[in-house]
Nanobody, 120 residues
Framework: VQLQASGGGLVQAGGSLRLPCAAS????????MAWFRQAPGKEREFVAGISWSAITYYSDSVKGRFTISRDNAKNTVYLQMNSLKPEDTAVYYC???????????????WGQGTLVTVSS
């Protein structure tokens, strides 16, 4: 499975961005999909995930502000980010795996990352 994340950019605090991640080369509908992020000097962390059956899970830091969704017809997962804060600044990665969870090791396939910068 190949994953291509896009949609990153520079946004002011309080603004919104939507990150799509397009998948190819596999049966997208069978995978759990997730977004992780990595800020400079920090470890990669789980942001949001969605199972093959559309069960969603969020980290406490983004709950209520971010929404993950998937369109199996388009082989794409989305991360809608609202009320962005400077601390959301990071490279955002999409990932695919057999099971939904917050652990990096659960995911076998990773996109290349897209940079989100939130200015104060």
């Amino acid at each position: 499975v190949q994953l291509q994340a896009s949609g990153g950019g520079l946004v002011q605090a309080g603004g919104s961005l939507r990150l799509p991640c397009a998948a190819s080369g596999g049966t997208f509908s069978r995978y759990a999909m997730a977004w992780f992020r990595q800020a400079p000097g920090k470890e990669r962390e789980f942001v949001a995930g969605i199972s093959w059956s559309a069960i969603t899970y969020y980290s406490d830091s983004v709950k209520g502000r971010f929404t993950i969704s998937r369109d199996n017809a388009k082989n794409t997962v989305y991360l809608q980010m609202n009320s962005l804060k400077p601390e959301d600044t990071a490279v955002y990665y999409c990932a695919a795996g057999a099971k939904l969870g917050t652990t990096i090791s659960l995911y076998d396939y990773w996109g290349q990352g897209t940079l989100v910068t939130v200015s104060s």
